[in-house]
C-alpha cells in the first residue's frame, strides 16, 4: 500500500523545496486521499496556523485536511495573540516549536517566513507570501494530472499579474517539465530570480515562455489561469493596476484561441470581468471548484509526508 515518504527537507516555503519524484509522489498521495484509499492517522499532532493576511480555502483546507488526519488546528490570529503586538519571529517560532508540530504561515515578506523556519525546530510550510503561493501549486497541477491524465504535451498559459501564484506555477512546472507559458503586461512580469532557477531546472529551455501578448501564448494550450490582478496588501495600486491589465481578461475570444478541449484554472478569489469574464468563469470549461476541493486532498499529502 502506498504510504506517505518523508521528504527530504524539513520544510515547505517553496516550490523548489520538493524534488520531482517528490511532488509525483505527493500528487498520487493527493489522489488516494481524495478517493478514499488512504487512511492515515497523525495521533493528535498539531498544526499551528498563522495568516497575517485574510484567507478561506488555504485555513480551511488546512483545518480540514489536519482534521482527517486525526491531528489539531490551532488558529494563532495575529491579532489575540502577541503576534500583532510584535513579538519577535525568533520568539514566537522557538515557543511555538515547542507546542506544535508544524506550522503553515501566510505573510507579507517571504523574508519573515525564512525567519520562522530559521527558528522552529519543526516544519515550516508556505501558506502564501508575496513571493510564492507553492501549496496552491501543488492542487493545480493535481487539478491538471486529473484532467490529461499525465503531463506530456500539456500547455498551460497564465495570463495575469507575474506575483506568487504565478511563480509558484512556474517552479513547480519546471520540476515537472510542464511548458508554463505566461502573458503579463509590461513590468509586471515574474520575479526573476524565479525564471532563472526555472531555465536552470528545464532540459528543454523552450518550455517556459514569458510575454507580453495573451493572445500569442493562448494559442493551442490546454489550460487557461489567471488569478487577481491587485494581490493582498496591493489594495492601494488598484486603479494603476486596473489599467496596465487592460487587455489581459480571459473572456470567450482568448478562450476560443485555446486547445478546443482546454479547461480554465483560477485560484480564488475571483474578480469577475477584471481578470475573467463571468461567462468564462461559469463556462463547462471551469475546473475551478474541483481545483479549490483539491487543496484539501494536497495538504492533507503534504502534511502527512512532512509528519512522517
Ligand atoms: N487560493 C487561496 O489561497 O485562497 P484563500 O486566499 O482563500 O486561502
Ligand atoms: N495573488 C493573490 C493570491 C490569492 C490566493 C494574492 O496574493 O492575494
Redesign the pocket.
Known sequence: MLKPNKLAKNNFLSSLDLSTNEIIHILELSKNFKNKKLNIDLNNKALGLIFDK??????VSFQVAMSRLGGITIDLNPTTSQIGRGEPIKDTARVLSRYCDVIAIRTFNHSDLEEYAKWSTKPVINA?TDLE?PC?ALADFLSIQEEFNDFKDVVLTFIGDGNNVANSLILCGALLGVEVRIACPKGYEPNTSVINKAYEIYKNKNLLKISNDPSKAVLGANVLYTDVWSSMGEENQKAEKDKAFEGFTIDSDLVNKADKDAIILH???AYRSKEITDEVFESKKNRIFDQAENRLHAQQALLSCLLS
Open positions: 485574510s484567507s478561506t480555502r488555504t485555513r502564501l503561493h496552491q485560484c480564488l478569489p
